[in-house]
Every structure is written in structure tokens, then in C-alpha cells.
T-cell receptor, first 110, second 116 residues
Framework: QKEVEQDPGPLSVPEGAIVSLNCTYSNSAFQYFMWYRQYSRKGPELLMYTYSSGNKEDGRFTAQVDKSSKYISLFIRDSQPSDSATYLCAMSFYGQNFVFGPGTRLSVLP | GAVVSQHPSRVICKSGTSVKIECRSLDFQATTMFWYRQFPKKSLMLMATSNEGSKATYEQGVEKDKFLINHASLTLSTLTVTSAHPEDSSFYIC????????????FGQGTRLTVV
């Protein structure tokens, strides 16, 4: 079993849709969970950062962590064409290296 | 968020030459920087962890004599690809961990290396 699993997509949605992106993981020791957005040929950009379980909201983005299920989600409300990118989940435990999911390619169609 | 600057963004070099890529944390001090390689439509592959003032820790399968990493200050780490071959052509990305929290990481813009 891979340490972090993520559906690679591509995921295509119409503009204005709610997007749900997910990752599952196997190491229960992970405490820090992040979502990155990566546009083509650019470095990843940190979108959301969450410690332990719970929800975090920032504008149109909501991150959820369910440690009991080892499952994290990123929701994008009112999706825009500019949201079209690859979304990477990442996780770590304090002081250790980050482990990334393979990324989900999202296309928001106008 | 914190800013990490990577330079150059794109470089083309001849086989057998060496190329240096710089990674700078602009508004924070980073005791730890990471170097990744990314193939098209693939996720990030960690190459090495760079610690200020000490030797880098390389991941299994990464040749330390080929990918030289120097982290001479709290704001600068460099990756030198030595004796480059066409198969070294890739997208190289650095990231830096915030010194205070040790948990969030911010990425540079990436460097597209093409070896001809």
C-alpha cells in the first residue's frame, strides 16, 4: 500500500461547481496536512495547512481532516477556470519530511 | 506566505557540463531545505534534504556525487548537477521549511533543466 494515495484524475467540472479532492494515507502518525496547487511548469503553492483533525476554511477553500479514517479532503466552492491546476496533498509529522500524494489534475470548464 | 525564490527558472546546457540551481528563502530563515525532481504529470520525488551547515541527506537511489548540494547559509541552498546527461533533463523544485514552526513548507518556482 502506498503511503499516500490520491486519484490522479483528470477531473473535469463546469464553472461554478463544487469540487471535492481527496487523499487517503496509511501512516497514523501524520499530524500535519497540507494542500498545494501547482500550475503547469510552476512550483507548488501552499493553499491550506491543517494540524490534526478538523476543518479549516479560507475563502472558497475548505480543508477537512479525518484522522480516524485517515482521509483528508479539499473542497472548492464556486470553482473558476483559474482553479484548473494539479492539486497535491501532503502530510508530515513534526520535524520529518513531507510525503506527497501523486496529485489530481483538475479542469474547470467555462 | 513565505517566499522562496529559485533561480534560474529555465536552463539549457550541453552534455558533460555542470549546472547550478539556487534556492533562496527571501523573508525567513530556513534551516532545512528540500530538493525535488518532478517528471511530467508525476508528483514530486524527494532527492535530498539540505541542512544548513551540514551535509545533505540523500534519498535512496540519488547519486550524491552527481547532485551536489550546498546549504551554506540560513537563506541559501544550491543544487549542482554535475556532468549533466540528457536523462537529467527534468523539473527541479526546492522548498524551505519555516524555521519557527518546522511544519509548513514553501516552494520555489522550479527550474526546467534541458540537457542537449
Amino acid at each position: 500500500q502506498k503511503e499516500v494515495e490520491q486519484d490522479p484524475g483528470p477531473l473535469s467540472v463546469p464553472e461554478g461547481a463544487i469540487v471535492s479532492l481527496n487523499c487517503t494515507y496509511s501512516n497514523s502518525a501524520f499530524q500535519y496536512f497540507m494542500w498545494y496547487r501547482q500550475y503547469s511548469r510552476k512550483g507548488p503553492e501552499l493553499l491550506m495547512y491543517t494540524y490534526s483533525s478538523g476543518n479549516k476554511e479560507d475563502g472558497r477553500f475548505t480543508a477537512q481532516v479525518d484522522k480516524s479514517s485517515k482521509y483528508i479532503s479539499l473542497f472548492i466552492r464556486d470553482s473558476q477556470p483559474s482553479d484548473s491546476a494539479t492539486y497535491l496533498c501532503a502530510m508530515s509529522f513534526y520535524g520529518q519530511n513531507f510525503v506527497f500524494g501523486p496529485g489530481t489534475r483538475l479542469s474547470v470548464l467555462p | 506566505g513565505a517566499v522562496v525564490s529559485q533561480h534560474p527558472s529555465r536552463v539549457i546546457c550541453k552534455s558533460g557540463t555542470s549546472v547550478k540551481i539556487e534556492c533562496r528563502s527571501l523573508d525567513f530563515q530556513a534551516t532545512t531545505m528540500f530538493w525535488y525532481r518532478q517528471f511530467p504529470k508525476k508528483s514530486l520525488m524527494l532527492m535530498a534534504t539540505s541542512n544548513e551547515g551540514s551535509k545533505a541527506t540523500y534519498e535512496q537511489g540519488v547519486e550524491k556525487d552527481k547532485f551536489l548540494i550546498n546549504h551554506a547559509s540560513l537563506t541559501l541552498s544550491t543544487l549542482t548537477v554535475t556532468s549533466a546527461h540528457p536523462e537529467d533533463s527534468s523539473f527541479y523544485i526546492c522548498s524551505a521549511r519555516l524555521q519557527e514552526s518546522g511544519t509548513e513548507a514553501f516552494f520555489g518556482q522550479g527550474t526546467r533543466l534541458t540537457v542537449v
